[in-house]
């Protein structure tokens, strides 16, 4: 479990030199925002018990983060799910069973937590995977918790949001260049999750 002071760090590791997350071509995607919908809980679970499915006890943990879970916050339509495995490195032990479920590996960047991202279909998900040890899926949990109890915040950060959509599909650029867009916003709002939660 990581610790309070690494929760709140912000200072990532950058990537090696000549190095790249994505695994295979990368194209700009349009970015859609749509209005909450209350069918998004359900389809988390949908995914979960595929994960769980796939990879039985060597899931850890399995959370629904992003801006599908936080009701009435208008989101992309696509659920983002954090997995916690005992060794994200040892891509044998858990890789093969998602890809067999329907996953495919898009990111992988290991000198960044750890962190691998998969992609399925029906419903369209991000699936984030990283170890025990990693700070994120705590960040990604203060936030969505923060998001659900702070009507203003989450206002604010819809507000962000669609400002940033719909700069990044005017201009051609990726999701990465969209959440660049909304970093300073997410920055703030976390500092107040933060102080909420008891870790500043």
Same mark, same amino acid.
Request: aromatic share 6%; net charge negative.
């Given at each position: 479990m990581?610790?309070?002071?690494? %929760? +709140? *760090?912000?200072?990532?590791?950058?990537a090696? !030199?000549?190095?790249?997350?994505?695994?295979? /071509?990368?194209?700009?995607?349009?970015?859609?925002?749509?209005?909450?919908?209350?069918s998004w809980p359900a389809q988390f679970d949908a995914v979960a018990d595929r994960v769980r499915g796939a990879l039985g006890p060597r899931v850890l943990e399995l959370h629904h983060v992003g801006s599908t879970s936080v009701p009435d916050l208008?989101?992309?339509? %696509? +659920? *983002?799910?954090?997995?916690?495995v005992?060794? !994200?490195?040892?891509?044998?032990?858990?890789? /093969?069973?998602l890809e067999a479920a329907g996953f495919e590996l898009r990111v992988r960047e290991p000198w960044w937590q750890e962190h691998r991202m998969l992609r399925s279909g029906d419903p369209v998900t991000n699936l984030h995977v990283f170890g025990p040890e990693s700070a994120e899926p705590w960040k990604h949990r203060v936030f969505r918790d923060h998001?659900?109890?702070?009507?203003?915040?989450?206002?604010?950060?819809?507000?962000?949001?669609?400002?940033?959509?719909e700069q990044a599909n005017r201009r051609g650029e990726t999701t990465m260049d969209y959440n660049l867009r909304k970093q300073d916003a997410i920055r703030e709002i976390y500092t107040r999750a933060f102080r909420a939660a008891g870790l500043i």
């Open positions: 990581p610790t309070p002071s690494e %929760i +709140i *760090d912000f200072s990532d590791d950058p090696p !030199p000549g190095a790249s997350p994505w695994v295979g /071509p990368r194209a700009p995607e349009r970015i859609e925002m749509v209005p909450a919908d209350p208008d989101a992309k339509p %696509i +659920i *983002d799910v954090d997995l916690i005992a060794d !994200p490195s040892d891509e044998a032990a858990w890789l /093969p069973p998001l659900r109890r702070d009507v203003r915040d989450r206002e604010r950060y819809a507000s962000v949001k669609r400002a940033a959509a």
